[in-house]
């Protein structure tokens, strides 16, 4: 039930001074961040985050392409994120990938307007803030793909017997 899922800044966040106000969104819920890096990114690591042969079949081979150029040599941050089913808290809390769409109170429907229209007349990636891993499979390969095992840090909170229900 305890599950570590990744997370990125993406150079949207990161450009625009939200790098404190997005950690702070999964901090204030009781999710433990246990690996957190800052990274110019090079090619061959995006392309090994966004795999071809998902984002292709999904979302077509012209997203995959935009995905891979804004992301290059861009800086990102990348953290891993630890709590009670991390995996699909940690997208609630992001929200839904289409900003236009998220609802206030998540971190793209808070902070960003952009919409899938606008984005493919543009050419360009849908601007969302984060990523966030999408399912069990998907999280054990990203963390592998950003960290090293001894890169992740197992600690306690000060309030986590709170939010794992130990204080009993
Ligand atoms: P996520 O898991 O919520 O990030 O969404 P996906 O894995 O489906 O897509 C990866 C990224 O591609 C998204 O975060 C967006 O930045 C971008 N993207 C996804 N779908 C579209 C689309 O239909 N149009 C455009 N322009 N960008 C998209
Ligand atoms: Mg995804």
Partial sequence: MIERTLVLV???GVARGLIGEIISRFEQRGLKIIGLKIIKSPESLIKKHYDFNDIAK???EFVWKKLIKGLTNQVV????VEGIEAIPFVRKICGDTEP???PPGTIRGD???HGYAYA???NIPVNNLVHASSGA???AREIKIWFKEDELITYKRADEAWHYGDNI
Avoid: L
């Fill in 10 to 12: 993406k150079p949207d």
């Fill in 111 to 113: 902070f960003a307007h």
């Fill in 120 to 122: 493919d007349a543009k």
């Fill in 77 to 80: 941050v990348a953290m891993v």
């Fill in 58 to 60: 999904r979302k077509g």
């Fill in 100 to 102: 236009r769409a998220a």
């Fill in 137 to 139: 499979k998907d999280a």
